[in-house]
């Protein structure tokens, strides 16, 4: 007689919006909770929602209105070793749904190994779709250019859900405030290599402007095998506004600019 899917957990983390930094849900993490509770629905499991860090930040009660009856916190400060308290949890679930990477934490998409290395489970990463059947679990893999691949494994396990799986979380007001957070005390462990860790703002990368290109491609094919003017003009004489002028009639006639 095969073994029926009874416990399910989701690991959850703490976004942060990319415009105005203000945290907010993890969206992977979202798709990993709405995959969860397809699955918990249709199987019947029990599912918990699990977050290690601060249980005050607001940004938790987001994942109330996501579906998550309630969410449990694992009391954990930065330094902690967040993997190891997570595992200790998690260590009689069937399947464990994870985000593929964070949103404004550590961003180093490692968690999910990690935890399944802790756990001795197996871990398909990139998931878009997972079906159980028995003590199966078929998972459905993202991969570039449009590639899907089947990928078949055994529970327990550990997958990793791809921001773009086939689910649509829905928001309702109405079960945040139905729902609960709850703090779980453990005994986490300080990181080894918390002291060698440095937290700060991410700087972005300067964005480099460039002309669209209008020849057909028969001139582009040519201009890569012979060496031609491509034009333009160099400007040294006049004050720095005549130059700048320039530049800026540049931006507007080439509409990299709309001002």
């Given at each position: 007689m095969s073994r029926k899917l009874s416990r399910i957990a989701v690991l959850v983390s703490v976004g942060r919006h990319?415009?105005?930094g203000v945290a907010r849900y993890s969206r992977n993490d979202a798709a990993a909770l709405e995959m969860g509770r397809l699955l918990a629905s249709e199987h019947g499991a029990r599912l918990d929602v699990l977050h290690a860090g601060?249980?005050?930040?607001?940004?938790?009660?987001?994942?109330?209105a996501l579906?998550?009856?309630r969410v449990e916190v694992l009391a954990c400060s930065e330094d902690n070793d967040a993997v190891a308290a997570l595992a200790v949890r998690v260590r009689d679930h069937d399947l464990v749904l994870t985000g593929t990477c964070a949103e404004g934490a550590f961003d180093s998409g490692m968690l999910p190994y990690q935890?399944?290395?802790?756990?001795?489970?197996p871990l398909v990463g990139a998931a878009v779709e997972a079906l159980v059947a028995g003590t199966n679990v078929t998972v459905r893999q993202f991969l570039p250019k449009g590639v899907r691949r089947r990928v078949e494994?055994?529970?327990?396990?550990v997958v990793a859900v791809h921001p773009l799986a086939s689910v649509t979380p829905r928001y309702a007001y109405a079960r945040q405030r139905a729902g609960a957070i709850e703090v779980s005390p453990v005994s986490a462990r300080v990181d080894a290599e918390a002291a060698a860790?440095?937290?700060?703002?991410?700087?972005?990368?300067?964005?480099?402007?460039?002309?669209?290109?209008?020849?057909?491609?028969?001139a582009r094919m040519l201009s890569a095998t012979t060496t031609e003017s491509r034009g333009g003009s160099v400007v040294i004489e006049g004050t720095s506004v005549e130059k700048a002028q320039v530049i800026l009639s540049y931006l507007r006639e080439h509409q990299l600019i709309d001002y």
């Amino acid at each position: 007689m095969s073994r029926k899917l009874s416990r399910i957990a989701v690991l959850v983390s703490v976004g942060r919006h990319p415009v105005s930094g203000v945290a907010r849900y993890s969206r992977n993490d979202a798709a990993a909770l709405e995959m969860g509770r397809l699955l918990a629905s249709e199987h019947g499991a029990r599912l918990d929602v699990l977050h290690a860090g601060d249980a005050a930040n607001p940004a938790l009660e987001e994942y109330l209105a996501l579906g998550a009856e309630r969410v449990e916190v694992l009391a954990c400060s930065e330094d902690n070793d967040a993997v190891a308290a997570l595992a200790v949890r998690v260590r009689d679930h069937d399947l464990v749904l994870t985000g593929t990477c964070a949103e404004g934490a550590f961003d180093s998409g490692m968690l999910p190994y990690q935890l399944a290395d802790a756990l001795g489970f197996p871990l398909v990463g990139a998931a878009v779709e997972a079906l159980v059947a028995g003590t199966n679990v078929t998972v459905r893999q993202f991969l570039p250019k449009g590639v899907r691949r089947r990928v078949e494994i055994t529970w327990p396990a550990v997958v990793a859900v791809h921001p773009l799986a086939s689910v649509t979380p829905r928001y309702a007001y109405a079960r945040q405030r139905a729902g609960a957070i709850e703090v779980s005390p453990v005994s986490a462990r300080v990181d080894a290599e918390a002291a060698a860790w440095r937290v700060a703002p991410v700087q972005r990368k300067p964005v480099r402007l460039a002309a669209q290109e209008k020849r057909s491609g028969h001139a582009r094919m040519l201009s890569a095998t012979t060496t031609e003017s491509r034009g333009g003009s160099v400007v040294i004489e006049g004050t720095s506004v005549e130059k700048a002028q320039v530049i800026l009639s540049y931006l507007r006639e080439h509409q990299l600019i709309d001002y």
